[in-house]
């Protein structure tokens, strides 16, 4: 302990190292902190020491690092919750100084650069596994971290192809902890289906107010924004340093969505143009009934082998099975005592 604060180099703790601590990566940290995990000890680091001081200051990091080798010597699990263009820089750093069986994982919007810089630049002795929590909000950075950001969110996993067993189950424990719904995913599929669902959105929202700022009319036009309009470009007001990694590291299969759209806006205004009643109607009440049904029953659901995913706890992979066992049977005693306790009074 050096000034007060815990060591870095303290290797008997059960440390979890978050290397970006935007919404993200804050959010993590702080979902993990309130679980009250035995001896977990969270190392966080982020670009600004600002972004830090923030930090520690909500209590969702333990320990501050200077550097990502820093806060990734010693952890048991690493999170990489970065940019996903500076992931591959944040991979070379960490490399040299993760130990053996280390558990290495990411939160990034795409998959099939990071599974790659994955490959080449992580230690084989280490375990990577891909992540992408379907979650977020227009607000970004630390202030504006949530435990509650990934409740009842769907959770990707992306196992690489050297990852054992226990690699997995700790990423999906990691992710049921935070009251997310773990999916497996190859990268390649991932990539295409979030560029639809994800991508494009972001896309559309920033087109759509660059073309109504862009008028001459703006001053009047912006009078008459209202829920409609403001719903709609909400993702406009995301971080710009995201929006352009996203774009670029997934360019051909956004792409491959944009134009999808651009066919389907055609056909709208062809329809329109033709000004048939029944028609402008139908273009309209088909999304409607389909949306509807989607909002109330969720996404249709297809045939898959094998089981759902089980619930795993994340205490259990972090700590060890012969320590969990030992924690469970000491909280199971203290049950125990009070519930004599209890029945003593009556």
Same mark, same amino acid.
């Given at each position: 302990?050096?000034?007060?604060?815990? /060591?870095?180099?303290? /290797?008997?703790?059960?440390?979890?190292?978050?290397?970006?601590?935007?919404?993200i990566g804050g959010s993590?940290?702080?979902?993990?902190?309130?679980?009250?995990?035995?001896?977990?000890?969270?190392?966080?680091?982020?670009?600004?020491?600002? !972004?830090?001081?923030?930090?520690?200051?909500?209590?969702?990091?333990?320990? +501050?690092?200077?550097?990502?080798?820093? +806060?990734?010597?010693?952890?048991?699990?690493?999170?990489?919750?970065?940019?996903?263009?500076? !992931?591959?820089?944040?991979?070379?750093?960490?490399?040299?100084?993760?130990?053996?069986?280390?558990?290495?994982?990411?939160? $990034? /919007?795409?998959?099939?650069?990071? @599974?790659?810089?994955?490959?080449?630049?992580? #230690?084989?002795?280490?375990?990577?596994?891909? $992540?992408?929590?379907?979650?977020?909000?227009?607000?970004?950075?630390?202030?504006?971290?949530? #435990?509650?950001?990934?409740?009842?969110?769907?959770?990707?996993?992306?196992?690489?192809?050297?990852?054992?067993? /226990?690699?997995?189950? !700790?990423?999906? $424990?990691?992710?049921?902890?935070?009251?997310?719904?773990?999916?497996? @995913?190859?990268?390649?599929?991932?990539?295409?289906?979030?560029?639809?669902?994800?991508?494009?959105?972001?896309? %559309?929202?920033?087109?759509?107010?660059?073309? *109504?700022?862009?008028?001459? +009319?703006?001053?009047?036009?912006?009078?008459?924004?209202?829920?409609?309009?403001?719903? !709609?470009?909400?993702? +406009?007001?995301?971080?710009?340093?995201?929006?352009?990694d996203i774009m670029l590291?997934?360019?051909?299969?956004?792409?491959?969505?944009?134009?999808?759209?651009?066919?389907?806006?055609?056909?709208?205004?062809?329809?329109?143009?033709?000004?048939?009643?029944?028609?402008?109607?139908?273009?309209? *009440?088909?999304?409607?009934?389909?949306?509807?049904?989607? @909002? %109330?029953? $969720?996404?249709?659901?297809?045939?898959?082998?094998?089981?759902?995913?089980?619930?795993?706890?994340?205490?259990?992979? %972090?700590?060890?099975?012969? %320590?969990?066992?030992?924690?469970?049977?000491?909280?199971?005693?203290?049950?125990?005592?009070?519930?004599?306790?209890?029945?003593?009074?009556?």
């Open positions: 302990m050096a000034n007060g604060q815990p /060591s870095i180099t303290n /290797s008997h703790t059960n440390r979890i190292a978050i290397i970006g601590l935007g919404l993590i940290a702080l979902g993990l902190k309130r679980a009250g995990i035995p001896g977990l000890e969270i190392v966080g680091t982020a670009r600004s020491r600002e !972004t830090i001081q923030n930090a520690k200051r909500i209590k969702a990091i333990d320990v +501050a690092a200077g550097t990502p080798e820093e +806060a990734a010597r010693g952890a048991r699990l690493v999170v990489v919750a970065v940019p996903v263009l500076a !992931t591959k820089d944040v991979f070379g750093e960490i490399a040299p100084v993760l130990a053996p069986d280390t558990v290495v994982t990411d939160a $990034g /919007s795409t998959k099939s650069n990071v @599974m790659r810089w994955a490959r080449e630049l992580l #230690p084989q002795h280490a375990h990577f596994v891909g $992540g992408h929590p379907m979650a977020g909000k227009e607000q970004t950075g630390i202030d504006a971290a949530d #435990p509650d950001l990934f409740h009842d969110k769907p959770w990707v996993i992306v196992p690489s192809v050297t990852a054992d067993e /226990s690699a997995v189950r !700790t990423v999906v $424990g990691l992710a049921q902890q935070l009251g997310a719904r773990p999916i497996f @995913m190859d990268a390649d599929e991932h990539d295409s289906y979030v560029a639809a669902i994800s991508h494009l959105p972001l896309a %559309l929202s920033s087109a759509l107010f660059s073309m *109504a700022f862009g008028s001459a +009319a703006w001053p009047e036009i912006a009078q008459l924004a209202s829920s409609g309009f403001r719903d !709609t470009t909400r993702l +406009a007001s995301g971080s710009p340093e995201m929006a352009r590291s997934n360019r051909e299969n956004v792409l491959h969505w944009i134009d999808r759209f651009q066919e389907e806006l055609s056909r709208l205004r062809e329809t329109i143009a033709r000004g048939e009643s029944a028609d402008v109607l139908e273009a309209f *009440a088909r999304p409607q009934l389909e949306r509807d049904n989607f @909002m %109330l029953n $969720g996404p249709p659901r297809r045939e898959q082998a094998g089981a759902p995913v089980e619930t795993i706890s994340f205490s259990d992979m %972090l700590l060890g099975s012969k %320590l969990a066992g030992h924690l469970r049977k000491q909280s199971q005693m203290i049950k125990d005592a009070e519930e004599r306790e209890r029945k003593g009074r009556r």
